[in-house]
Structure formats: structure tokens, C-alpha cells
């Protein structure tokens, strides 16, 4: 009796998915990795993977921040955070403070220092 081969088309992955899978530090060994595909496999619905099939702790991961080009201070780090968020909440102060979990105070200090 002939045996008939089925081909199993493998699910794509997310763009979320993938970057992810990538930014995940694998503190396991292969066989970490290889369990977290066949779960992911298992959920994947419409063939395709997404962040929602992974396994909690890669769902949860942080993404590793990327560097590129100049690598800057801690100090200009925060200094272009800060101005960031004050631009996106319209120059509020106040607001600012908030989002970034700082008395108006220490920002208004901070600002400040940067204008020195």
C-alpha cells in the first residue's frame, strides 16, 4: 500500500510576530525556540502567525531598542524623551509630567538645564 505524502505549506509570520521572535533573548536552547514555533503553529489561525498566538513571555517581551548611528549619552536620551513628549502632548507641561511619571517641578528644572 503506497504511502501518500502531505505537503504542509508552513504559516507565515506577522511583521509584530516576527520582530518579537527576534527581540526575544532565547535564554533556552534550540529546542526553546523549536517549542515556541509548534506552539505558535498550533494557535495560528488563517495561516498565519501573529504576537497573540505566542506563548505569554514572548507576547510580553520588550523589545530590545535598536541603535543606529551616533550612540548618545543617558543624559541627551532623556533630553530628546522629554521634548518628544512634550511635543506630542501640545507643549502641556503639565500633561507632560504626568505621561512621564515626574513632578511638574523636576520638569520644569529639567527644561530648564537644557536651555543653560
Known sequence: ??????????????????????????????????NVVEYAVALATENRIDVDDLPEELRTTIPKPQISGKI???????????????????????????ALGIGIATLYRKLNSYNS
Open 1 to 34: 500500500m503506497a504511502r501518500k505524502a502531505f505537503r504542509i505549506i508552513p504559516p507565515r509570520k506577522s511583521p509584530k510576530a516576527a520582530k518579537q521572535l527576534l527581540s526575544y533573548d532565547w535564554p533556552g536552547n534550540v529546542r526553546e525556540l523549536q
Open 72 to 98: 548618545l549619552s543617558l543624559e541627551e536620551v532623556e533630553r530628546n524623551y522629554i521634548l518628544t513628549v512634550l511635543e506630542k502632548v501640545g507643549g502641556n507641561k503639565t500633561k507632560a509630567a504626568e
